[in-house]
């Protein structure tokens, strides 16, 4: 059963294998309120599925739950936390385990058709703790992927019955070679002691080329390495996020900064100064440089500047800046947030930018 976009290279993936071995898929209704209602008609064994439906079927376990009463409720978390602890320990499932899975579990187990082994998540990081849920109370194998549509989606892919590979999408798969490679600007040392770098790829399973694009394919394909523009702290324990990016207009420098936990970007600003100070006077905003930087109506004012860009650009939802602050003290090098050759600092100003608490997700 696939919860995922139809186009999505995950989605495309699963379903050729699925049919290639004779297997029926069941498709929502497009509904996400009648999810957990679509799964017990269809009473899938393998759900794949996006962190966003599984975050919904989390919810709406712990509801029902709570719904229970306190007899009830207090029964599954004292089973919950006893199958946890034994799963997190490493050991044997055991008599106590079967029985806490067949009298507690098997509801839930049930409230997903009864049949489910296998629940995939892709496409973005599944959160530790609905994971570990997931794998404590359905009594199924819940495993992470990582891959792109270069590389036939699944690259990486978790281990079952590994609870310490929770939080990570697990060791490459064995069609392929990965490596990571240093990225200096970002102080990625891919032979450090805990290595840093950029995921990339080798293997039959690569694209030949981007369409008419020679230019963006030799950008990204060296010496038959293609290179994800994914960075990770190690290649078997890593939540994912394209490398932030970086841009220019032509009256601010902007730093842009996403999180794979978080649904939309945020950026920091340094505006040009006598622009700012144009608007102000054309908009009725007093104020001087700084003053006019702490503006609501300024930071709303760039915000839409920076919408109206991204839609003549026909930027996806997701790619749309949504939160700013305006710093009107450039990036230097006094902070350490720039290189002398003017380069941004990107792990120091995600630092300087948090301690400073101006770069915040509300």
């Known amino acids: 059963m696939s919860y995922l976009p139809l186009a999505h290279i995950f989605d495309r993936v699963v379903e050729e294998l699925f049919m290639f071995h004779g297997a029926s898929i069941g498709f929502w209704r497009g509904d996400v309120k009648l999810l957990v209602e679509d799964i017990g008609t269809l009473k899938p064994t393998i759900l794949c599925a996006v962190p966003r439906v599984l975050d919904r079927i989390f919810s709406g376990l712990q509801a029902k739950i ?22 997190m320990r490493g050991a044997k499932h055991n008599e106590a385990a079967a029985i806490c899975d067949k009298v507690v579990f098997s509801k839930v187990k049930e409230g997903l058709g009864g049949n489910v082994r296998v629940i995939l998540s892709g496409a973005a990081p599944l959160a530790t703790h609905v994971e570990e849920y997931l794998r404590v109370v359905t009594c199924a194998h819940v495993l992470q992927g990582y891959g792109l549509t ?64 020679e230019d963006l394919t030799e950008e990204v394909l060296v010496d038959g390495w293609f290179h994800t523009g994914t960075s990770c702290f190690q290649c078997l324990s890593c939540h994912l996020f394209p490398l932030c990016g970086r841009c220019k207009s032509k009256e ?16 920091v600003v340094n505006p040009n100064k006598e622009a700012l100070e144009s608007w102000a006077e054309g908009n009725g905003t007093s ?28 930027l996806k939802g997701f790619e749309f800046i949504r939160a700013v602050h305006l710093d ?18 990107r792990p120091q100003l995600l630092k300087y930018y948090q301690l400073m608490h101006k770069l915040r997700w509300e």
């Open 252 to 267: 601010w420098n902007i730093w842009v900064y996403g999180n794979s936990f978080e649904s939309f970007l945020v950026a």
């Open 150 to 213: 270069e590389t036939c989606a699944g690259s990486f892919v978790s281990l079952p019955n590994q609870m310490s590979m929770i939080g990570t999408v697990g060791p490459p798969v064995p069609n392929i070679d990965a490596r990571l490679e240093s990225v200096p600007d970002m102080n990625y040392d891919a032979l450090a002691s805990t290595p840093r770098g950029e995921i990339c790829i080798k293997g039959e399973t690569l694209f030949s080329g981007y369409y008419r694009r």
């Open 66 to 87: 709570s719904a229970g009463g306190f007899i009830k409720s207090t029964m599954f978390n004292l089973a919950y936390k006893f199958k946890q602890f034994r799963m």
């Open 328 to 345: 009107p003290v450039p990036f230097d090098m006094e902070r350490d947030l720039i290189t002398p050759t003017y380069k941004r600092k």
């Open 287 to 314: 104020g001087d440089f700084e003053a006019l930087c702490e503006n609501p109506k300024a930071k709303e004012y760039i915000l839409g500047e920076l919408s109206k860009t991204g839609k003549e650009k026909k």
